[in-house]
């Protein structure tokens, strides 16, 4: 007979999620599954409406990824109108997005995952969030919430509001870049490469004391897939996409986005409403593959801009060849914040940028459409096919969190097999479960206010049915 | 102008104030010259009164039942009021049938923040919608070459009936069906893309007051209108009679 540990619900991305345990007689995990328990809709409920709505629909999926939501959207309506966005444009949503993954970015590492590594994974849990991050180390609290209101700053000031701004349009940007605007994010960019400095050398620093999480946090062999430009350099917003294996061979040295369906499938499991997206040739499970800040450092020749590029040279010396652990993707998120004000500055200093010719217009010239970018949390797919008057009849998207479902199950079943005792359940076994998935950072700051623990139930089942022990948090 | 209108003065109360109006004056003219606030949808200056939307509903002093300021004329001694607890209530509640009716997600529409309808709703305190959604599907007509008429945010005012029919004469807009099956039509229901009448003017655009019948390609709260050309156009209209 086995027992059952349900972490019920888990919040995830915009839903609902939880974590199955499964024990043997003698306490040994035996399996742990990741489910997603609530279907959205999004894909559905847009059929019919016109194509050009997408953007301002589709953004409305997240308060944390709208914009990358929006600019998936955009560049799928793109292709249906068939026109190329100006330049100015599309660089002016380059800005946007790297904004976007900024602001993102700092509140995975700040916010939500920082307790754990300064304050320890058995601390208080009481104490373990950005509240407890203020009092012990209020500096480091004050720099996380520093470098978001950079990103957030940056969004409203182009596009008019933090939250859902409509200024992400079919074939471009609706409005042309403001002198003094560009002016006022070139002068906070100095204080922010010396506060991201400051929080790379402590991280650093504190790796050292995390090496028992970072051989057993989703550290397992998978591909990568991320962004590259035509050089291989990092690309957040456009590019091909390429996929790396284990070894850091090229599966795939590149290829186009818009011919995702080629490469990716979609694997569907009874007990889970996220799908399983894998590597068509290797078929499913084996085409197992991670994006996301980790996966992309994996994937690039290089990130193409100086600062990121040392950080990036350290990082790969972390592995032999192609850094496996999951635990390192909060290095890397710093790494891609360093890469993502170098790029905004390069960026706003070319006086191109105030262009006035932002916009393309047209109406629907083609029957498909598949807009390709990078989330914080990956690769975002959005692809929609219209009727010929540009009313969406189909829809399908990938979103980031989804690309990662099979390894962020394979993580939670490594953790689980390291740290958890089925005889009994302690908090800082629960808190690694958490922990783990954390390190994906699947979105589940959209859906939770808890800083630190997500509203988890834990339940212990004996052989025979029987709760042997029960934990709720959150 | 030619009519020269003879008329004689009625003296009333709107809201305890005294007021002095023209015969030919409705109460809802009446209280806009004196600064008094009556809500109205189907309304526009310029067109005929259809008092359609039931919002601009008055109390009148010894009569039970409501009456829309809109086609009520002033009478002699008439006490109107114009605001209570009763017709808050009602029109509230004429806002909320209308939002459960179609498909009027603010947030994603394309009159978001120039619309008529979520401007009363945002004046009126209309905070919720007590009914469920009628989740009606009602196809979004893309056929014309401009415009778009989504008949999900369609509140049926018939302006852009009124105004094809009066200022441009082309009468192409018309309404079929009754209750919750009425529709605003183009030609005999016939995609509008394919209309003979229409002239592609645009002034159904302009006096719609909601997402219904926008410019094609609008991004979200892209969709400004401005009808102040109306009186104008009826003017001459007028005239041309």
Known sequence: MTKQIVIDPVTRIEGHSKITIQIDENGGVTDARFHVTQYRGFEKFIEGRPFYEMPGIMGRICGICTISHMLASAKATDRIMAVRVPETGHRLRQIINLASIIQSHALSFFHLSSPDFLLGMESDPAKRSIFGLMQMYPEVARDGIRLRRFGQEIIEWMAGKRLHPTWIVPGGVASPLEPEVRDRILATIPEIYVLLQRNLDWFKRKMEDYAQEIRTFGNFPTMFMGTITPKGELDLYDGHLRIVDDRGHMVEPSFKAQRYADYIGEAVEPWTFMKFPYYKPMGYPDGIYRVGPLARLNVIDSCGTPR???????????DRRVVLSSFYYHYARLIECLYAVEKIEMMLDDPDILGKMVRANAGPNSEEGVGVTEAPRGTLIHHYRVDEQGRI??????VSTTHNNMAMNRAVQQVAHRYVDGNK???????????????????LSCSTHAQNELPIQYELVGPHGEKLDEVTRG | MATAVRSRIRTLKIDGRDVSAREDETILELAEENGIFIPTLCRIEGLSLVGACRLCLVEVAGMNKLVPACLTYATEGMEVFTDSERLRNYRRM????????????????VSNGKCELQALAQRLGMDHVRFANLQQERLVDMTHERFVVDRNRCILCARCVRVCDEIEWAHTWDIKGRGVDARVIT??????????TCTSCGKCVRVCPVGAIVEKGRAVGEMAKR????PHLAKMREAKK
Do not use: K, Y
């Open chain 1, 308 to 318: 990121a590029d040392q950080e990036w040279a350290e990082f790969r010396q972390l």
């Open chain 1, 393 to 398: 009849v189909w829809a399908n998207m990938i």
């Open chain 1, 425 to 443: 359940l302690t908090e800082g076994m629960l808190n690694r479960v958490e922990a783990v998935i954390r390190t994906f950072d699947p979105c």
């Open chain 2, 94 to 109: 004429i806002l909320e049938l209308l939002f459960s009716e179609g498909n009027h997600i603010c947030a994603i529409c």
């Open chain 2, 187 to 196: 030609d005999l229901d016939t995609p509008w893309g394919e209309s003979d």
């Open chain 2, 227 to 230: 009808h102040d050309f109306l």
